[in-house]
């Protein structure tokens, strides 16, 4: 699997609950500096444009892995589901 740094340097798995919560961590400031430092002053208006869309890119990221995480669990629930239908067989 892959390997993503995070901003503290460590190294995590991609799609682990530590990268999800990296991006998130990544959202909450740029909305707040969207919103707070930007505000609504006419001449940033491209500045927040691109601040908004570097925000919807990361979100649909996160929603792509999580997406990831969530077809990994059906097949890993099948595959504990098969084992233990074949250790009752064979009592």
Request: charged residues 35%; without cysteine; positive net charge.
């Amino acid at each position: 699997m892959k390997k993503v740094q995070l901003s503290n340097g460590r190294m995590v798995e991609y799609g682990s609950q530590k990268h999800i919560n990296e991006l998130d961590n990544i959202l909450l400031q740029l909305d707040h500096f969207r919103k707070k430092i930007i505000g609504s002053n006419r001449k940033l208006r491209k500045e927040r444009y691109t601040i908004s869309k570097a925000i919807e890119s990361i979100r649909h990221m996160k929603r792509k892995i999580e997406k990831e995480n969530a077809k990994k669990l059906v097949v890993e629930d099948a595959f504990l589901e098969k084992i233990i239908m074949e250790i009752l067989q064979w009592k």
